[in-house]
């Protein structure tokens, strides 16, 4: 079976730094783009970013630029987001997602909650 | 930045047909999916490519996209249908989602 596990949220103080970790599992990493989304208590989904194959290529939203970064450990089979400067408009429930081909995602992590608050 | 917009909520009776419909500038020309997420679970693929369904998916799920919406359309609707709805489209080298339609089966 094709799985996503995300870990590391937690509960951190406004200004603060966070990295957060997703393993695959029934799949090879390598062979898909990845992405993370988010989705703040009772909101909508928010895509947050993505990284190609390799690493290579990373997009994000603006709402994240500068701050947040995505990487990828295809030999660990594992994704990653570094995020920083944390405002408590990034309390969310963070979800890693594979891409699929036409810009759609196939396979849903159960995320991590984030959690910004002094 | 791209928008999409979907109306807050929808209700239908059991049996009956479902629309939700979802807009955006020339949607018509970007790829489109749907995803349903109940509470407490995460969201899985109804639609991509506008109109596909994912193997699993039945096929009282149904997508399309004409000019500037898209429509998720639930044949024969059941309780089991009630869920949030969610658009999703492939802008350049972004996704964007659309802000979700709570689906109510009265």
């Known amino acids: 079976e094709e799985q996503l596990v995300e870990s590391g949220g937690g509960v951190v103080r406004p200004g603060g730094s966070l990295r957060l970790s997703c393993v695959a599992s029934g799949f090879n990493l390598n062979d898909n783009g990845m992405s993370w989304v988010r989705q703040a208590p009772g909101k909508g989904l928010e895509w947050v970013a993505n990284i190609n194959w390799n690493g290579g290529s990373t997009n994000y939203a603006d709402s994240v630029k500068g701050r947040f970064t995505i990487l990828r450990d295809n030999a660990k089979n594992s994704l990653f987001l570094q995020m920083s400067n944390l405002g408590a408009e990034d309390t969310a429930s963070y979800h890693c997602a594979r891409e699929g081909l036409f810009g759609y995602f196939d396979v849903w992590g159960r995320g991590t909650l984030v959690t910004v608050s002094s | 930045s791209y928008e999409l917009t979907q109306p807050p909520s929808v209700s239908v009776s059991p049996g009956q047909t479902a629309t939700i419909p979802c807009s955006g500038d020339n949607l018509g020309q970007k790829y489109v999916s749907w995803y349903q997420q109940k509470p407490g679970q995460s969201p899985i693929t109804l639609i991509y490519q506008h109109s596909s369904r994912p193997s699993g998916i039945p096929g009282r799920f149904s997508g399309s996209t004409s000019g500037n919406t898209a429509t998720l359309t639930i044949s024969a609707t059941q309780a089991l249908d009630e869920a949030d709805y969610f658009c999703?489209?492939?802008?350049?080298?972004?996704?964007?989602f659309g802000g979700g339609t709570r689906l109510t089966v009265l």
């Open positions: 999703q489209a492939w802008d350049i080298n972004t996704k964007v």
